[in-house]
């Protein structure tokens, strides 16, 4: 796989790819990430790459024609004539459609990405319609540039590729994990470390030592039981997603056992702490 991140600040990825699983990924060649300067593709004494708006307002524009060199100076194919699964451009804007560990997939098995970086009051709106496939957001914030958001996608992605996680399923049995892995309640052998797949969030995970602070780890976890221990993350997962992301609830596949246990969360909810104790 190959990204290619177009940026007026190149150096901002010196370091970024140059630690754990992305360091590794590109070692081993599973993924090339080559950083191409803005200003190179400007013809002016001063690298112009930014205008002031049509239509008065703030801050300064980056320009269409500088983003249209760089992409065209990349080989890239023309918008409307690309192969999906062989190459799209894609424009970091709080604007665009939230990326999701759905898109992440969908980018992994793309074999070029480019990420265009926005900067200032933003991008000419030409580079979207003329040259970009989408436009994506990384949240529901406004950052200063689109640097951070490329490498948010470069990192959710490459993870992704066949042979960059030390164990395939590492991938496949966390957070937001797709529907058709879910794991039998009745699956042999010890549970997954990671096992809140099925468009849930990840189950609480702990190490050594059992206690800290006076915090303990929860007994079930320390009892060896595999069926009761994939039966309790799943609860943890069903509880943690209720808690903090509620709308995932909705998209998810439950079996009846699901709802069981997600009628055990609400009914343990409704019973005050002390009375737990
Ligand atoms: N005026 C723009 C708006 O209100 O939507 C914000 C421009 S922002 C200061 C400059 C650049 O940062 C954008 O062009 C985009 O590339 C990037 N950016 C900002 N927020 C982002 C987000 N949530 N996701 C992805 N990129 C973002």
Known sequence: MHFDLITIFP?????????????????????NIATHDLRSFTKDRHRTVDDRPFGGGEGMILKPKPIYDAVNSLGITRKGERDPQQETVILLSAQGRPFTQAIAHELASINRVVLICGRYEGVDERVSE??????????????????LGAAVIVDAVVRLLPGALGHPDSSRFESFGAHEVVEEPSADGPP??????????????????????????PDVLQ????????????????????????????GAELNEQDRRLLREVEAEERIKPQELE
């Open 11 to 31: 150096d901002f990825f010196t370091s970024v790819f140059e630690f754990g699983i992305l360091k590794r990924a590109r070692l081993a060649g599973l993924v």
């Open 130 to 147: 003329l040259i970009c496939d989408r436009e994506l957001s990384i949240g529901d914030y406004v950052l200063s540039g689109g640097e």
């Open 192 to 217: 997954r470390t990671t096992h809140g797949a099925g468009g849930l969030l990840d189950y609480p995970h702990y190490t050594r030592p059992a206690e800290f602070e006076g915090a303990m780890v």
């Open 223 to 250: 009892g060896g039981n595999h069926d009761v221990i994939r039966l309790w993350r799943r609860k943890m997962a069903l509880k943690k997603t209720k808690t903090n992301r509620p709308d995932l609830l909705e």
